[in-house]
């Protein structure tokens, strides 16, 4: 069983309001990642790392940061969230070594801004 | 434009049956294919992968095969069960272990 968590599972908040997404994980993985995805579209990459004080831009442009100061931690933040920000947010993590592994994701965060 | 094609928006199949989902991708230097199940308000559960230097990988009631030549690969499910109703996704990754690449989905129903 994956040991990743994210925080809070639901979240509604109005416009203008500075929001930070929890991620940890405690299985010692290297990389962590930030997705988002809408109902009946792919996963888009938004952030990862590659280790600490290590973060990337993803595919998808987005209006949120991350930080990466320790190994098991990955929270993303939004400045000031509009409604166009509504979405689920999944974080994953996995190994470094090797190519042959797979990402464990955590439950998700579902963002409501209103 | 998408790197990984999930064709079919949804599925739906007959509980005992065999439930195939299909994905095709365009990038070759995709190396490594996984299958998740994402079930609505759930984080993806990875379900199974393969390597690009084989055509076939089972788990219990999961197949999965891999067409380089056809750059597509597919899952099989069978016998299908009600539980296995879910969306599922294919990812692709490249070589290096980059972040994984996503299909849309299809959504699998399986009918008893």
């Known amino acids: 069983e994956a040991d990743i968590y994210q925080t809070p599972r639901y979240l509604v908040i109005g416009t203008g309001k500075k929001i930070t997404l929890e991620c940890s994980q405690t299985m010692g993985h290297d990389k962590m990642y930030w997705y988002q995805q809408d109902p009946g579209m792919e996963l888009h990459l938004i952030h990862y790392s590659y280790g600490v004080n290590s973060t990337e831009k993803g595919d998808l442009s987005s209006e949120s940061t991350v930080s990466r100061i320790r190994t098991e931690h990955f929270p993303l933040t939004l400045e000031s969230a509009r409604p166009s920000h509504t979405s689920q947010y999944l974080c994953?993590?996995?190994?470094?070594?090797?190519?042959?592994?797979?990402?464990?994701f955590g439950q998700g965060t579902r963002l409501t801004v209103v | 434009d998408q790197q990984v094609k999930q064709n079919s928006p949804s599925l739906s199949v007959q509980e005992g049956r065999i439930s195939i989902l299909n994905c095709d991708y365009t990038n070759s230097m995709f190396d490594y294919f996984l299958w998740y199940k994402k079930y609505p308000a759930e984080g993806p559960t990875f379900l199974i992968s393969?390597?690009?230097?084989?055509d076939k990988n089972e788990d219990g009631r999961f197949t999965v095969f891999l067409n380089k030549s056809a750059k597509h690969l597919s899952l099989h499910i069978v016998p299908s069960q009600p539980g296995d109703s879910a969306v599922y996704f294919c990812a692709a990754r490249s070589t290096g272990n980059t972040p994984l690449v996503f299909g849309k989905g299809t959504r699998l129903s399986v009918i008893a």
């Open positions: 994953a993590s996995s190994e470094s070594a090797g190519g042959a592994t797979e990402a464990f």
């Open positions: 393969i390597s690009s230097i084989k």
